[in-house]
């Protein structure tokens, strides 16, 4: 049986303020026996990892919660366990080292952009390519995030591995700010991330819309 593994995740901002406050929470898949959802957002890739070896599916999850959840989407975070329905989890504003969690705010942000994993990641190549990234992060050892190197590596899908290498080398000049990511942790079964872009303060908002006054008296005074 090929084994559950994936990626993951996005959140409306409203339901990621409940699951900040939560400590636990009782997570199900949204369509029963597949935790992609209705579309099935996943391809399968060979990995090699201090963890695995094996032909395993990347994609996007498609998970229900309570405590505020609700219907959301989560990246797989640990590659040594599995996924099961349902599971309960404990909320986490972290679970690595701090190079680690910078780069994996990095990736959000420079895939994301400031739009959501529904607007973004919407093709089983980029629901793939987002967690082999993803894996690439948490589990790599040394300073080179490079898929077909080092302790993690993948094959068997060239797509899937070109896509993901170019979101690791676009992380450099990424910021870390623009997202807010709750990990959900389990013993004994997969550790999931979601995220949701983090709501821009009122002051910034009045501060965004007296540059957009600005630009249209500009615009008024060129006619």
Not at 38 to 53: A, F, I, K
Not at 66 to 90: I, M, Q
Not at 107 to 123: M, P, Q, R
Not at 188 to 204: C, I, N, R
Request: with cysteine; hydrophobic share 40%; proline share 3%.
């Amino acid at each position: 049986m090929m084994r559950r593994i994936c990626t993951a995740a996005a959140l409306a901002t409203t339901l990621i303020g409940g699951a900040a406050s939560a400590t636990t929470v009782n997570t199900t898949y949204q369509v029963n026996g597949n935790p992609f959802g209705g579309d099935n957002l996943r391809q399968v890739v060979h990995v090699n990892s201090p963890g695995l070896t094996a032909n395993v599916y990347a994609g996007l999850f498609q998970m229900s919660g309570d405590n505020g959840f609700g219907d959301f989407a989560a990246f797989c975070v640990d590659l040594a366990e599995s996924l099961r329905d349902p599971v309960t989890y404990s909320t986490r504003p972290n679970l690595f080292e701090n190079s680690v969690q910078q780069n994996i705010a990095k990736l959000y942000n420079s895939v994301l952009a400031g739009g959501t994993v529904a607007e973004v990641i919407d093709t089983s190549l980029e629901a793939a390519s987002f967690q082999v990234a993803l894996w690439e992060i948490v589990t790599e050892t040394g300073t080179s995030l490079d898929v077909a190197e080092g302790a993690f590596r993948v094959s068997n899908n060239t797509g899937v591995a070109n896509l993901a290498q170019s979101y690791l080398d676009n992380l450099e000049n990424a910021v870390t700010d623009g997202y807010e990511i709750t990990y959900l942790y389990s013993d004994g079964y997969q550790d999931l991330a979601t995220v949701a872009p983090v709501p821009v303060p009122a002051a910034g908002l009045l501060l965004l819309s007296g540059f957009g006054g600005l630009a249209m008296l500009r615009r008024r005074k060129k006619i």
